[in-house]
C-alpha cells in the first residue's frame, strides 16, 4: 500500500520591523514536500532459486570421423532423414588409401609366398642330408656340421622375411584403421538433425562435429545445474513454467531409468501434453521461508555495516532514522523482527 504525506522544509525571509519592536528577524518560510510511504504488513517471505532446464531428446548423439586431414567426398543422409543403427552416412575422400592396402595386401602376399619357399627349400635340403646321412654317405659329425650350417644359409632370409612381414602387417592393420575411420555410421535409431554447414568444402579437423542424431521417441527436460540436485529426489512432482506463464507438471526421473548421471531429467506427468522440443521452463525451488511475519521490500531496508535501518517521518514531519532488527532476507522482501509494528509507515520514495 503507497500513500503520500506532505512533509514542511524551511527558506530564508525577514519579518518587518514593526512586527518585532523594531528589531530584523531571520526566520524560515516553509515549502511543502511530499514522500511516497509503503505500510509494514504481514506477509510470507520466500528465498526462491529459479532453476532453468530444456526439453529435448534424451538420446542424441554427435559424429565425428575418426579419420582427420581429409575432405568429405559423399553425403548419404539429409537433415530431418530417418536412419537406423549401423547405417553409412558419409565418407570422406579415400582413394589414395584404397590404393595403398591394394598396393600392401599385394606385398604381403608376395612375401608371405617367398617365406613359405624359402622354408619348403631349408625342409628340402635338410632331407637331402638325412638320407645321405641313412645311406652311410656322411659321418654323424659331417651330417650335423652340414646341418647347422644349412639352418645358418636360410636363417637370414626366412628372419628378414618374417619381419617384413610383421611391419608390412601393421602398417596394414593402420591403413585399414584410417580408412574405416572415413566412413561415418549411424550409433543409435533415429533422426538426423544437423550436417555441419558447407561439409563437402573443407578439410576436417580431428574431432570436428560432422552429423548429429537425435532419438525423438522419448523427450524430457534435463537441467545441467547440479548445485540444488539435493532438492530433486526421484519421483518428486514439479510446476514447471516457461516465459509465456505455460504450466508442465513432471516428476523426477530416478537415476537408472535417466539417459545419464550428469544431469538431472523431469518427466511429464501428463501424457497428452504436447511440448516442443527447445523449450526452456523452470523449477522454483523454496530454499528459506518465514510464514505471517512482518515484512518490507527489499529496497527499502538499508545496511551501515551490521546494522539495518529504514527512513520513517518523525512526528514533526522530518525524514528519521529507524534502526530495527531482521530476520530472512527472502528473494522480495526482509523480515522483520524488531523495531517496527504492522501498519507503520516507512519512507520509500
Do not use: W
Request: proline content about 2%; charged content about 30%; some cysteine.
Amino acid at each position: 500500500m503507497m500513500m503520500t504525506a506532505p512533509l514542511l522544509l524551511g527558506g530564508c525571509s525577514l519579518l518587518p520591523p514593526e512586527e518585532t519592536g523594531g528589531h530584523l528577524v531571520l526566520v524560515q518560510a516553509v515549502d511543502s514536500v511530499q514522500y511516497e510511504l509503503t505500510e509494514v504488513t504481514r506477509e510470507d517471505v520466500e528465498l526462491v532459486k529459479d532453476i532453468y532446464c530444456t526439453y529435448q531428446q534424451s538420446k542424441e548423439e554427435t559424429l565425428s570421423f575418426a579419420t582427420s586431414g581429409r575432405m568429405v567426398s559423399y553425403v548419404h543422409v539429409g537433415v530431418g532423414e530417418n536412419v537406423k543403427k549401423g547405417d553409412l552416412l558419409a565418407e570422406l575422400v579415400s582413394d589414395d588409401l584404397v590404393e595403398a592396402i591394394k598396393e600392401m595386401r599385394y606385398d604381403i602376399e608376395r612375401e608371405t609366398l617367398l617365406l613359405a619357399q624359402a622354408e619348403e627349400r631349408k625342409a628340402f635340403d635338410l632331407d637331402e642330408l638325412k638320407v645321405q646321412y641313412n645311406r652311410g654317405g656322411m659321418t654323424r659329425a659331417q651330417y650335423e656340421e652340414r646341418v647347422e650350417q644349412t639352418e645358418q644359409n636360410y636363417a637370414g632370409t626366412i628372419t628378414g622375411y618374417q619381419d617384413s612381414l610383421y611391419i608390412k602387417g601393421m602398417r596394414m592393420e593402420k591403413l585399414e584403421e584410417e580408412l574405416e575411420g572415413c566412413k561415418l555410421y549411424a550409433g543409435i535409431d533415429g533422426m538426423v538433425s544437423m550436417i555441419r554447414g558447407k561439409i563437402m568444402e573443407e578439410v576436417l579437423s580431428d574431432g570436428a562435429e560432422a552429423i548429429k542424431i537425435i532419438d525423438k521417441t522419448r523427450c524430457l527436460f534435463s537441467m545441467d545445474d547440479m548445485e540444488y540436485a539435493e532438492h530433486f529426489t526421484p519421483g518428486k512432482e514439479f510446476a514447471l513454467m516457461d516465459n509465456n506463464g505455460t504450466v508442465y507438471m513432471t516428476e523426477v526421473v530416478a537415476p537408472e531409468e535417466a539417459p545419464d548421471d550428469e544431469k538431472i531429467y523431469l518427466m511429464l506427468t501428463d501424457a497428452d501434453a504436447v511440448v516442443a522440443v527447445g523449450v526452456r521452463a523452470y523449477a522454483r525451488l523454496v530454499l528459506a521461508e518465514s510464514k505471517d511475519v512482518l515484512a518490507l521490500p527489499k529496497s527499502l531496508v538499508h545496511y551501515a555495516g551490521d546494522d539495518a535501518f529504514v527512513y520513517c517521518e518523525s512526528e514533526d514531519g522530518l525524514k528519521s532514522v529507524r534502526y530495527i532488527k531482521t530476520g530472512l532476507t527472502g528473494s522480495k522482501l526482509v523480515e522483520i523482527k524488531e523495531g517496527l509494528e504492522e501498519g507503520e509507515m516507512v519512507i520509500r520514495k
